[in-house]
Structures are given as C-alpha cells and as structure tokens.
C-alpha cells in the first residue's frame, strides 16, 4: 500500500543523478556536432579541387566520403578544435548547478548577510 518514503537526501541524490545525465547527453550532442562540422568542413575542402579527379569515380568518392566522416569523428573524439568543449561551456549555464556549487553559494550567501 505504501511505497518507500522519499528524504531529502534520496531527492538531492536522484536530482544530482538527473543533472549528470543531462550534463553526460550535452556533452555526447556537443561532440556531434562537432563531428558534423567537421564533416561539412572537410568536404567543403574537398569539393575546393583545382584540377579533375584523373581516376575519380562515384565509387572511389564514396570511400572518399567514408574516410572523411571517419576522420572528422576521430578530431572530434580528440578535441582538436574544441568546438565541444566551447559548446558545453555555452549549455553548462542552462543546467542547474552542481549540489556542491549550490552549498558553497548558499553558505557564501549566509556569511555575507546575504549580499554578494
């Protein structure tokens, strides 16, 4: 009839948990995009060629194509250009700060009357 009851601490616990998996999907989107990024901006080099491809074909394009996803989802992976990492200091704002954060703001609050 009755379910477990709920402490703050279990919900401080369960919203921490919330706010890493949003923190752990930010980064995982962020680094995507990255990936996207510099997918287009590769091939945009690619397709900047100066002279006709003398052996190219549809297939050898396309293996092309292949090779540069696979290279940009490796810079990515390696954060070359932090584009990621620029991105997630951007999103970081938006989510609710770590537990630790809010108690150090809070206890700073309490010291200083109040004022910041």
Same mark, same amino acid.
């Given at each position: 009839? !009755?379910?477990? $009851?709920? #402490?703050? !601490? !279990?919900? &401080?616990?369960?919203? #921490? ?7 752990e999907? /930010? +980064?995982?989107?962020a680094q995507? @995009?990255?990936? $996207? @990024? /510099? +997918?287009? =901006? $590769?091939?945009? =080099?690619?397709n900047?060629?100066l002279?006709e491809?003398?052996f ?5 394009e396309? @293996?092309r ?8 989802? #490796? ?7 932090r ?7 951007? @999103? &970081? +704002?938006? $989510? ?9 703001e809070? &206890?700073s609050? !309490?010291t200083n009357?109040g004022?910041r």
């Amino acid at each position: 009839m !009755t379910g477990p $009851i709920s #402490t703050p !601490t !279990t919900l &401080n616990a369960a919203s #921490t948990a919330s706010v890493e998996a949003q923190r752990e999907q /930010l +980064r995982q989107a962020a680094q995507a @995009f990255e990936a $996207i @990024f /510099l +997918r287009q =901006m $590769i091939g945009s =080099m690619r397709n900047a060629r100066l002279a006709e491809d003398v052996f190219g074909s549809s297939s050898s394009e396309q @293996f092309r194509d292949m090779g540069d996803a696979q290279l940009a989802d #490796t810079m990515s992976r390696q954060g070359s250009f932090r584009i990621a990492e620029l991105l997630l200091s951007q @999103f &970081n +704002r938006a $989510i609710a700060p770590a537990p630790a954060a809010a108690g150090s703001e809070a &206890n700073s609050a !309490t010291t200083n009357g109040g004022a910041r």
